[in-house]
C-alpha cells in the first residue's frame, strides 16, 4: 500500500532533525513540574491496574519513555522516524525502541497496560485521528490508561528550518474537548483534563488528556 503523503512528510523531517532535536530537549522536563506530576499520575495509574507493558508512542528520542521507566512502568518506544529510534536506542541501550506509525500498530489487541501519546496527535490530520484512538483502543487491555499531550489552538504552527534544516512541517493545535469527544466516541473514557498556560519556549497552552478503556470492554 502507497505511504500517505503526510506521513512521509513527516517521516523526513524527523529523520532530519533527530539529533538537534534530541540535544535540544532531553532536559526539557526538568523545569516542567505540571507535566512531570501528570507523568507520574499515570505512572501510578498503570501499575495499579497490572504490570504490562506501556507504549510511548510517537517517543521521539525517548527521554520520556526512560522517564517512565524510572518511575517503575515497564515502558518501551514507538516511532515513525527511523532516526528517532536509533538515537534513542544509543541513548538508553536498556531500552526496546520500534520504528512504527500510531494509525497501524504491530501491537496484539488488549495487550498494553497504558499508551502515553506525548505530542505525537499532532502531526495527524484531522479525519485520521478516529482511526488514531481506535488503534489506541484496539491495543490498550481493558482497564488500561491513556495519557495524551498535545498543543491547544485552532490554526496549525507551521515549523520551518528547525536548526537551519531545509525541511518544514505543520504542528496542529486542537482543543482539549474536541479531543475528548473523539476518545469518547472510540470508547474511551476520559477521567481528567488539563490545560496548562505557555512556560518557556511554548508557542500555546497545552493540553493533558487521561482516558481509560473501560474493564468490561469486549470489543477490540
Ligand atoms: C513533537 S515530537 C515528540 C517526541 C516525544 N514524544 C517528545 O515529547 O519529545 C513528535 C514525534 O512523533 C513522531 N511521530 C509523528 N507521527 C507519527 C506517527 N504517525 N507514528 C509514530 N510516530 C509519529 C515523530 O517522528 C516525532 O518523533
Redesign the pocket.
Given at each position: 500500500m502507497t505511504e500517505p503523503e503526510f506521513?512521509r512528510t513527516?517521516?523526513v523531517?524527523?529523520d532530519t532533525v533527530?539529533v538537534d532535536?534530541a540535544d535540544h530537549?532531553r532536559d526539557?522536563m526538568d523545569d516542567r513540574p505540571l507535566d512531570r506530576a501528570l507523568l507520574t499520575a499515570f505512572a501510578e495509574q498503570v501499575r495499579a491496574a497490572g504490570d504490562g507493558p506501556v507504549a510511548?508512542?510517537?517517543?521521539?528520542?525517548g527521554?520520556?519513555t526512560a522517564h517512565l521507566n524510572a518511575l517503575g512502568v515497564p515502558a518501551f518506544g514507538?516511532?515513525?522516524?527511523s532516526r528517532?529510534v536509533e538515537v534513542a536506542r544509543r541513548a538508553y541501550p536498556g531500552l526496546r525502541f520500534d520504528v512504527?506509525?500510531?494509525?497501524s500498530l504491530d501491537l496484539k489487541d488488549d495487550s498494553l497496560a497504558g499508551v502515553l501519546a506525548?505530542?505525537?496527535i499532532?502531526?495527524?490530520p484531522e479525519e485520521r485521528l478516529p482511526d488514531?484512538f481506535a488503534e489506541f483502543h484496539r491495543v490498550l487491555a481493558p482497564g488500561g490508561h491513556l495519557l495524551v499531550?498535545f498543543q491547544v489552538g485552532d490554526e496549525p504552527l507551521h515549523l520551518a528550518r528547525p536548526w537551519g534544516h531545509e525541511v518544514s512541517l505543520d504542528?496542529r493545535r486542537r482543543r482539549p474537548d474536541h479531543v475528548a469527544g473523539l476518545l469518547g466516541q472510540a470508547g474511551l473514557a476520559v477521567r481528567a483534563r488539563l490545560v496548562r498556560e505557555p512556560e518557556g519556549p511554548d508557542t500555546a497552552p497545552q493540553a493533558f488528556l487521561l482516558a481509560r478503556k473501560p474493564a468490561g470492554s469486549a470489543e477490540s
Open positions: 506521513l513527516t517521516r523531517f524527523y533527530a532535536y530537549f526539557a510511548d508512542l510517537g517517543c521521539g528520542p527521554h520520556v514507538v516511532d515513525l522516524s528517532m512504527g506509525s500510531i494509525s506525548w505530542y505525537s499532532i502531526h495527524m488514531v499531550a504542528f
